[in-house]
């Protein structure tokens, strides 16, 4: 039976058998579950930290969740792409809001993501089209406007005779700069440039703006 030590420092190793354990770092003796926590590290907002206790869960949990979850992740890399006319995420291109007789081609609401869109269809307070920028105009973090697809925005704007463009972007440096670009883009085009109003705070995120302020900010938009 083997004794626990109370004292690691009582009892020091020989420097040769401590070396390779320390450059092994906090690794576990399993490459598969390294991977799977290296992966899920890199998911935005997860340290390695949290990433170990989530791959963890998954492996510990009978595997039916990780099994579920790594079929749901297959399914949609099959089958989830961005709509080629507006950006929106779908299983069909084009999507529902773009090939919609209902919808209204002459207005475009420009969004910088995908969920931008969601909160402004659950209000159900615009019945044009939308364009997803995919990011906002951010030099510091090295996205320029040449990274946009500003090309193909006023591709679209020429193919729909749009009459109004709506910029619903994050009030944030970023989003006063990218708005800012767009409005001298289309200022020699024939048509109505509308910005959201009051209501979306300073430096808050469209897509956590919740429905009555997203309503009068929709209501009360201004002309750029
Ligand atoms: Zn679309």
Do not use: W
């Not at 009978?62 to 507006?86: F, N, P, T, Y």
């Not at 995919?134 to 925005?153: C, K, M, T, Y």
């Amino acid at each position: 039976m083997v004794t626990p030590r109370k004292d690691n420092s009582a009892h020091p190793k020989p420097i040769s058998d401590r070396a390779p354990i320390a450059s092994r770092g906090s690794e576990f003796q399993s490459p598969a579950l390294e991977r799977l926590i290296r992966s899920l590290s890199r998911l935005p907002g997860l340290g390695r930290k949290s990433a170990t206790r989530i791959a963890l869960y998954l492996i510990q949990a009978d595997g039916s969740l990780g099994e579920e979850l790594s079929e749901a992740i297959a399914e949609s890399l099959a089958q989830v792409r961005r709509c080629s006319r507006c950006g929106a995420i779908t299983e069909d291109d084009p999507c529902a809001i773009c090939t919609s007789q209902r919808r209204d081609g002459h207005r475009l609401c420009v969004v910088a993501s995908p969920v931008d869109i969601l909160p402004l269809e659950k209000a159900g307070i615009f019945q044009g089209r939308y364009f997803v920028l995919g990011s906002l105009i951010s030099p510091l973090d090295g996205v320029q406007a040449g990274d946009l697809p500003f090309p193909r925005l006023l591709a679209q704007i020429a193919e729909n005779e749009v009459k109004e463009v709506i910029l619903a972007l994050d009030s944030s440096v970023e989003g006063e700069t990218t708005s800012l670009y767009i409005q001298r883009l289309l200022q020699e085009y024939p048509l109505k440039l509308t910005r959201l109003a009051t209501g979306i705070p300073v430096g808050g995120a469209l897509a956590y703006t919740d429905e009555e302020t997203l309503q009068r900010a929709f209501e009360f938009r201004r002309p750029y």
